[in-house]
């Protein structure tokens, strides 16, 4: 499996019989070849093998729903010829991006969320494993619910081409381009001191989204060493940083702000560090692959 979240599941397509009959079953409903996916009909099992067989650069996936195939998607790196671009300039402006293309092949599952979330789904692991932050689409204009769609998946207008498979129609390109976190523990208890000016200045000059944590404001206790994330992930203690662990795993960056204290980061904040011993523990005793220790 590529990928799990909730009810949603992403695994790589097979390159068997079983996989490409799935496909041709979805593909002959006329429901799910209305707007998209519809320059081969009468798709047949020869030409749905030649269309999906695995072997090209595009990443080729069945959708799970509640642990039942529900559609496809495909993810690829944005190359020249990826869309029928009209400048150098717009293939500069996405070659990091990753290009996808889906559809949902059982009707009856339509408008559950599924296409939406699986799209979150697959950003957040192109992200996590790839460093992927921009992410197209390019549904044909005349793809009304199409392009409402992606427009509510966050995807907004970039340019129009010539549809990829068909001189007759035009596209439109997509771009969802998700922003970088940064988080801040501030150390020091003074609302305006020289600490919170220095970090000013740096807000100013970071770009996407910063959340701040104020040590001497939140409601985050110390470690209190129960040993709980020896044997299990995370940490027991509910409090505020509950939902600052979850912002340390999406987030870009991390700077620790403080001042001096009798030579040492000030001891609130160093109580607000004592809770990431969780991190030290999952990677020492539960061998958690994604900590790397230093
Ligand atoms: C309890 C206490 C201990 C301090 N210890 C040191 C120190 O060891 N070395 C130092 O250079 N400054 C020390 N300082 C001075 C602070 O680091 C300095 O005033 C700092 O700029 C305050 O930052 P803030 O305005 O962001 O709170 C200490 C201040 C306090 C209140």
Known sequence: ????????????LEN???????????????????????????????????????????????????????????????EKDSYKFESEKDFEALKDAYGFDM???????????IA?????????????EKGVRKFTSDPEISNKNGLVFWQKAGFKPFS??????????????????????TLIFN????????TKSLL??????????????????????PCLDCRYCHKNKG?????????????????DSIVIASPVYFSEVTGKLLAVMSRLQCYFTASRFLKDPHIHQA
Not at 1 to 12: E, F, G, P, V, W
Not at 173 to 178: C, Q, R, W
Not at 187 to 194: E, H, I, T
Request: net charge negative; aromatic share 10%.
């Open 1 to 12: 499996m590529l990928t799990s979240k909730n009810d949603i599941s992403i695994r790589s």
């Open 235 to 251: 940490c027991c203690i509910k409090d505020n940083m509950q939902e600052i662990y979850k912002y340390i795993e999406e987030c």
């Open 16 to 78: 068997t019989e079983k996989d490409f009959n799935l496909l041709l079953k979805w593909l002959s409903n006329e429901k799910v070849t209305e707007h998209s996916w519809n320059e081969n009909l009468p798709w047949t099992i020869g030409k749905v093998r030649e269309e999906f067989s695995t072997d090209d650069e595009t990443n080729k996936c069945i959708i799970l729903y509640k642990g039942e195939e529900a559609g496809y998607i495909q993810y690829y790196p944005i």
């Open 160 to 181: 129009e081409v010539e549809a990829y498979d068909n001189p007759e129609e035009k596209s439109l390109i997509m771009v969802k381009e998700m922003e970088k976190k």
């Open 200 to 221: 000013n200045i740096l807000a100013n000059n970071l770009e996407g989204e910063i959340k701040t944590v104020d040590c001497y404001f939140e409601n985050i206790s």
């Open 187 to 194: 150390g020091s208890p003074r609302k305006n001191g020289d």
């Open 116 to 128: 939406k979330n699986t799209l979150l789904l697959l950003e957040e692991y192109l992200y996590k």
């Open 103 to 113: 559809f949902i092949g059982v009707p009856e599952l339509w408008g559950k969320g």
